[in-house]
């Protein structure tokens, strides 16, 4: 029989201490779109609820917009850049596979020698990231980690498809997660359903993005429910009890109709950045929680249930509590 390992001893739970988040400087908007592919502002409006969207420029790459979105946060909770032990950054949309971005975001950082790697869940990515960030945490293989959601969807995005460029945007969102004694971070509910991994795809190096609109509506809209309600459960926090709700911004009509579905309270705060930003992917839940906190919508210690779901399909839940 071979003989067992030691362990280390982690900490109780982890908390996030601070948001940050990066918009590119370029708002597009849909009159603007509607110039180039046969669509309406109208259209778009009353389809997927997008009034604008911003596209990053050749100084705003993934990184650049990592770093941003980063320092950001870094400063919003106090936390020194040396103290940061590991970095995470969730992206669908890096420039190249090799090398992973996130050692270059540390290093322009000044962080020291972190763990430090990507993560490609698509738009579930931030709630995956912040997962593996908290079991980091309560393993002790962490103690301040950075998980930043960063995309630049619109390299991948073919500017003539009014099927997938009316929606996607760029930009970045990071949080900085931290060893607590009081958890602030609840269990993951996550999945994913391989057999429509082609309904959002990229083919190959030279081609864009792919999108089966009506099948990514129809299972977001009708599978992914008990997952949020789970995620509740497992936190020991009533549905009723969320006080913010901040589901992945694909489309507003599935905000809309997640929001019958689910028995949130009346006055929830629910995170409709979508409206100003399209669809961010893996940046679109933490852009949307720092707009959110910046406008007093979601207060220091109210719960706010997490959703991110896309391509691949995976889809990843929990609940928070806002610093
Ligand atoms: C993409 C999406 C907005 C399309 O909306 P839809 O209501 O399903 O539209 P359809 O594809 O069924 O097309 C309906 C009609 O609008 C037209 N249409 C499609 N895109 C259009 C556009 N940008 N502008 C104007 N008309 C458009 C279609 O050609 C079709 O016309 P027809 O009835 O004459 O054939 C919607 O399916 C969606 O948001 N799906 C989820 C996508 C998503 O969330 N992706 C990211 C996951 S992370």
Redesign the pocket.
Known sequence: MSRGLSLRKGAAGARILGFGDYRPRRIVTNDEISQR????DE??RT??GISERRFAGDDESVVDMSVAAAGKALATSGVLAQDIDTVIVATCSAPAPIPGLAPEVAHRLAISAPGAFDLNA??AGFCYGLSAAADAIRSGSARYALVIGAEKLTDWTDQDD??TC??FGDGAGAAVVAASDTPGVGPVVWGSDGEKSRA?SVAGRSSFMT?D??A??RW?TTQLADSAHRACELAGVDIGEIDVFVP?Q??L??VDSMLRTMKFKDDVAVARDIVYSG?T?SASIPLALTAMIERGEAKTGDTALLLG???GLTYAGQVIICP
């Open positions: 592919v046969d669509t309406t259209w778009i389809r997927v698509a738009c009014r099927g009316i929606i959002i999108m609109g009506r990514v509506y977001a992945h694909a489309n009509r599935i669809n992917s779901f896309g391509a």
